[in-house]
């Protein structure tokens, strides 16, 4: 079995070499003659006597990943009752509909998903019920927590992050079950969000200290801070539904705004103890909660006109069809993380075994499902063959299982429709001349239902779909170059522009001219290491399609705020002191934040 797999491997190195010596093979036009010139590496995949399985191997209906009765985990799976309607500082409970939660993960001997709890399914009326708190709160900008010192609201905010510390096993229990994230990524998504709240209330003192100062010019004197904009809707992902959510809800609470908050309908039972938190930490109205089914409770509240902050994360799609409801877009300040469909490039001298390790994880950490995956791969032809044999033994090596189980790699998929969605995009390839290779397909591991092992499909061309479309899960596309100006193609004519990979040695007569190609297409380029959000403290964002609005620890403050002064001219400088001195205004003061 061994010296097989040797040679199927040795042998499709051979083939990708060949691509990069025979003119426009692996190349990135969808030719026939392209799809042709594949043929023989094609059958060597058919051949394949080690586990790898092409798509016609596939069941729908095949293994589920399954729990058992006895497993310590299942007996402490969550309970999360999400029968409760936060508004207005009351936890009410919720008599209307609702809609049963289950992990997308089977219990043994049953053909029946876990149930690990419920969640309202809330109407247009509760969305306006929420809104109306939120602009009552806000006041005109004279609500208690608009016009709350700078220092109470520091106060209250870290009175949240100690009482939400005492959440962190129930979150991190729910992270695991309803979106099946490993336990170590669970445990890092909590946590990285309290050093996230930690590091924003740090980044609001220095800003407010740094403000502390007056301009003279022109024999005007001004005082210029930030100050809140109003009421904010928030909508967060499922993929990572605490610390995505919080990016944007932490800084808007802190600066004095208002807010609804739209719990995504996959990842929803993360938010629900944490509203007691919020009850107990800030006024009433200052944040309220909405659940259930989008497309009717968000349309209302944007068709009112009171929205000032829109932060979401999702589709643009989704996005533009809620800001179409919205009666004056021009007054409102806009926070969008949307599509993506980050490039990896691997220039022929790049060191093909950080390349491949870098691919895979970026590709396929949390199962692909991260707006910053590497969603496609172009790899020069000269060394096609070769990374595409290192890469599919480095897919073969990856763990399915249960997200508590030490080693796990893969998980299954809490979407509904995102199993048969990729089993459309493979068949896709496959029929237009791809090949689509699943270490594993059949093995108990294999596809189907929730759980879905990663597919390598190679060699991608512009027809197919998962060229073209963000896939957002298991499924890596790999694609062949001959010159550069093919990958600028891809990357100036691409309706995306979040971030960019290259890989390199140090051909800096190709690193030099594309870095600065894609300097003005995506928002960050790595270098020989995959696309990430981390650091906080690093510029999060994206062009065209992709995002609008700057996240940070300081750019999310300054996202969610509007530069605002006092002014005036010299003869009243002696009033303006007076001012100061009685500290009888927030805004007009020198209070030094430690």
């Known amino acids: 079995m061994r010296n097989s797999k040797q040679e199927t491997l040795r042998a499709l190195g051979m083939a990708g070499k060949a691509c990069a010596e025979l003119r426009g093979r692996c190349v990135l036009t969808a030719s026939k003659r392209a ?16 586990g790898h399985m092409e798509i016609d191997g596939h069941d729908a ?28 500082g009351e936890i009410k409970p919720w008599t209307g509909a609702i809609q049963e939660v289950y992990a997308p993960i089977f219990l043994e001997g049953t053909t029946e998903k876990v149930l690990i709890g419920r969640q309202a399914r809330m109407t247009p009326k509760e969305s306006l019920e929420a809104l109306d708190a939120a602009v009552a709160a806000w006041g005109k900008g004279n609500g208690e927590w608009a016009k709350a010192p700078m220092k109470a609201r520091i106060q209250a905010m870290e009175k949240f992050v100690k009482i939400l510390k005492t959440k962190r096993d129930v979150i991190v229990n729910v992270l695991m079950w309803e979106i099946c994230k490993i336990q170590p990524d669970a445990e890092k998504e909590f946590d ?38 109003g009421v904010m809707l928030n909508l967060g992902p499922f993929n990572y539904p605490f610390n995505e959510t919080y990016t944007t809800l932490i ?33 009433k109205g ?50 969008l993380a949307l599509d993506a469909k980050n490039l990896a ?133 790999i ?31 190709q690193l030099g001219p594309l870095l600065d190609v894609m300097a003005n297409c995506v928002a960050r380029v790595n270098i020989n290491s995959q696309c990430q959000r981390s650091p906080d403290t690093f510029p999060f964002t994206g062009r065209k399609s992709s995002a609008s609005g700057t996240l940070s620890v300081k750019d999310a403050l300054r ?18 002191q007076q001012v100061i001195d009685t500290k009888t205004s927030d805004f007009l003061n020198m209070e030094y934040l430690f």
């Not at 799809?35 to 080690?50: G, N």
């Not at 100006?485 to 007569?509: N, R, W």
């Open 35 to 50: 799809r042709t010139e594949m043929t023989d590496a094609k059958t060597l995949v058919k051949s394949d006597s080690f």
């Open 61 to 88: 209906e095949g293994a589920r990943i399954t729990v058992k009765a006895d497993d310590p985990a299942y007996i402490n799976r969550p309970n999360i009752d999400g029968a409760k309607f936060f508004v207005n």
């Open 192 to 229: 990285r969000t309290i050093d996230y709240i930690n590091n924003t209330i740090k980044a609001l003192k220095e800003l407010r200290n740094a403000e502390n100062t007056f301009l003279n010019e022109g024999g005007v004197v001004a005082q210029v801070r930030r100050a809140p904009l």
């Open 251 to 283: 800084p808007a609470i802190l600066m004095g705004n208002s807010v609804v908050m739209k719990l995504p309908n996959v990842g929803c039972l993360a938010h629900i103890p944490t509203m007691e938190v919020f009850a107990e930490c800030f006024p």
């Open 286 to 335: 200052v944040v309220n909660f909405i659940s259930g089914a989008g497309r009717e409770t968000m349309p209302p509240i944007m068709a009112t006109g009171k929205v000032d902050i829109f932060a979401f994360i999702g589709s643009s799609k989704a996005a533009d069809a809620l800001i179409k409801n919205c009666p004056n877009p021009h007054k409102v300040r806009f926070c």
């Open 345 to 477: 490039v691997v220039l022929p001298d790049a060191d093909l075994d950080v390349a491949v390790n870098e691919c895979v994880l970026g590709s396929l950490s949390y199962n692909g499902q991260r707006c910053t995956a590497l969603k496609l791969i172009l790899v020069h032809n000269d060394v096609l063959g070769d990374f595409t044999q290192k890469f599919i033994a480095k897919v073969e090596a990856l763990k399915a299982g249960l997200p508590w189980a030490k080693g796990t790699d893969i998980t299954p998929l809490p979407e509904p429709g995102k199993p048969g969605y990729l089993e459309e995009l493979r068949r896709d390839a496959k029929e237009k001349g791809a090949n689509v290779v699943s270490p594993k397909g059949n093995s108990e591991n294999g596809w189907g239902h929730t759980l879905v092992f990663p597919s390598v499909v190679y060699p991608v061309t512009s027809d197919m779909k998962v060229w073209n479309e963000e896939q957002f899960g298991p499924l890596v596309p």
């Open 479 to 509: 694609g062949g170059f001959s010159n550069m100006s093919e990958v600028v193609d891809y990357v100036t004519t691409s309706p995306f522009g979040q971030q960019a990979s290259i890989f390199t040695k140090g051909d800096v007569k």
């Open 559 to 576: 996202v969610m705020s509007v530069r605002t002064m006092v002014a005036t001219k010299h003869a009243n400088n002696g009033l303006v």
